[in-house]
């Protein structure tokens, strides 16, 4: 039973870890995103008031992006089709290991 089990306890593990670490990045990458347009667009007179940089939904992280939903669908892939392939055989072992 642990040789199967324990390949889906690790994919799901390594994959949720490699999914958030994908999701913290994109969040990185879209705030330094937004930094940069801010300083792009801040006047030169240092007397002048600062505006605050809007945000918008679509840079706030709530969605997932088109990547994110990408790596998340081969993840999902991945993992389901381990299950069907692996499914029987470790089935059939366990019965055989029960009837003996």
């Known amino acids: 039973m642990w040789s199967y089990a324990m390949p889906v306890i690790i994919f ?18 879209t705030g330094h995103a937004g930094q940069d347009v801010a300083m792009a667009t801040m ?27 990408n790596v998340l669908q081969t993840m999902v892939t991945i ?3 381990f299950v069907i392939c692996w499914s029987p055989v470790s089935f059939a072992n366990i019965a055989q290991t029960l009837t003996v």
Do not use: W
């Not at 007179?45 to 939903?69: C, F, H, I």
């Open 12 to 29: 799901v593990y390594c994959y949720v870890r490699i999914f958030y670490i994908i999701r913290h990045h994109s969040k990185v990458s």
């Open 79 to 81: 993992i389901v089709c």
């Open 43 to 69: 006047p030169h007179d240092q007397n002048a008031e600062e505006t605050p940089p809007q945000t918008t939904e679509a840079g706030s992280g709530a969605e997932l992006s088109r990547m994110e939903l």
